[in-house]
């Protein structure tokens, strides 16, 4: 009986030893370079850090990895006066996932005009931000580049927010606590997205200030968390504008924004405005989302219209220019898909606005003369009002320069009574 039972002990011990998995060790790492090399390998680790790390070069995070801060900073590196101002770190592993830990870019005053890389780019694989994970303090607001702001999202990346906070980023092209590319995706569980700010630094878009703390040109869910006091901040240039839209999330032709729970509150753009869409929103109504624009891009006005909006002159007080006069010939009104004959006496009118290579933008009235295709033109004041509808309409449009009005700009003027009006 006694070793039936001691048979039976040690098949159990036996059965024991072979079914259990070695359970994966935590590593514990004080220096750069050991951590560089552990996110570097392609395996599965927890790293857990010891001290606070300076980093002066990216770091490529393969493999699946827990990262565990302790409480201890990942930080930028400014050492001896130079600048690290790359990206810190590539995710281009199946997952990796980060808590208790501040991942910071700030290093003084100095870092602003250097800095043209995020804090995390996710390229491949999954981000997670977890519990008492920081991404903050990673600004630039002078470099013409995709440079400050935290996280940048691939076409093969995916970001999941859990916790945590990203806050205090600064950059110029967009989106400074995230930007989402094309094929990217962000969920947003938890956690708070605060005080991260575009700041526009030319009349270009991609440099104009849009999305305050996220541009998105993928797939954003917003389902939980706080999205607060973020800004956007255009480029002004005299009493013109440019950008500056979208407070809390930009939305761009092909990107989509699904609002499925959260708080998002005070995150103000040029106009107030917190989400500002050119893709496609869900769950939040956008009173500055872009509508469809009709096919005809250019505006005929003839003289009986013209006469209505000479009456709001005397009210808007814009004098015009005159440097040419039409001539009172015949002309037939030309349209896009048809021409038809008008009366004899009436000219065609084409408003059109050109922003010309220092940023101006200027009002013109072109007389089609009937028998060539030359111009008489025009010169006409614009009211502060107008122009900033008439910049609202330039950056909705695909090339920098040359614009030709069409009629959803002029039912702008036309419904808040900020007309292009000439005097007679």
């Known amino acids: 009986m006694k070793k039936m039972r001691k048979r039976i002990a040690l098949f159990f011990a036996l059965s024991l030893c072979v079914s259990v998995r070695p359970v994966l060790a935590k590593r514990m790492v004080s220096d750069f370079s050991e951590f560089k090399q552990l996110c570097e390998s392609d395996t599965k680790e927890t790293i857990e850090l010891t001290s606070d790390i300076i980093v002066d070069e990216p770091v490529v995070i393969r493999g699946e990895k827990i990262i565990h801060g302790r409480g201890h900073n990942l930080v930028r590196s400014a050492l001896h006066g130079k600048v690290y101002g790359g990206c810190l770190f590539l995710v281009q592993g199946k997952k990796c996932e980060w808590s208790r830990v501040t991942v910071s870019g700030s290093a003084g005053e100095n870092t602003k005009s250097k800095i043209f890389g995020r804090l995390i780019e996710v390229r491949q694989g999954t981000l997670v931000i977890g519990k008492g994970c920081f991404l903050q303090d ?25 916790a945590g906070s990203v806050r205090n980023n600064r950059n110029v092209s967009g989106g400074a606590a995230f930007y989402v590319k094309k094929g990217g995706r962000l969920l947003i569980q938890g956690g708070v997205i605060t005080g991260n700010k575009t700041i526009g630094i030319g009349a270009v878009e991609g440099f104009d200030g849009r999305g305050g703390a ?10 939980g968390g706080v999205i607060s006091g973020n800004t956007a901040k255009g480029y002004r240039k005299g009493d013109i504008c440019y950008g500056g839209v979208g407070g809390a999330v930009y939305v761009a032709k092909g990107g989509s ?87 004899s006496t009436e000219h065609k009118k084409t408003i059109m606005l050109v922003m010309d290579k220092k940023d101006e933008i200027h009002g013109r009235v072109l007389y089609v003369e009937p028998d060539n295709t030359d111009f008489v ?11 900033e509808v008439a910049r609202q309409f330039i950056h909705r449009q695909e090339k920098p320069f040359s614009r030709e009005v069409n009629d959803s700009f002029l039912r702008q003027f036309a419904k808040a009574k900020k007309g292009v009006v000439k005097n007679e």
Not at 139 to 151: D, F, I, P, Q
Not at 299 to 307: D, P, R
Not at 377 to 387: I, P, T
């Open 138 to 162: 990673n600004v630039n607001e002078t470099l013409a580049a995709n440079g400050g702001g935290a996280v940048e999202i691939g076409s093969g990346g995916v970001c999941i927010m859990k």
């Open 214 to 223: 996220i541009y998105s040109e993928g797939s954003v869910w917003f389902k």
């Open 257 to 343: 924004l699904y609002v499925q729970g959260g708080t998002l509150t005070n995150n103000p753009d040029e106009r107030k405005e917190q989400i500002y869409a050119d893709g496609k929103v869900t769950g939040w109504k956008n009173k500055k989302s872009k509508k469809k624009e009709p096919k005809q891009n250019q505006l005929e006005i003839t003289k009986s219209k013209q006469k209505n909006t000479n009456e709001n002159q005397q009210k808007h007080n814009l004098m015009p220019t005159k440097t040419a006069k039409p001539k009172p010939e015949k002309t037939d009104t030309i349209k896009k898909e048809k021409q038809q004959k008008t009366d």
């Open 377 to 387: 033109e025009e010169k006409w004041h614009f009211s502060v009002d107008a122009l």
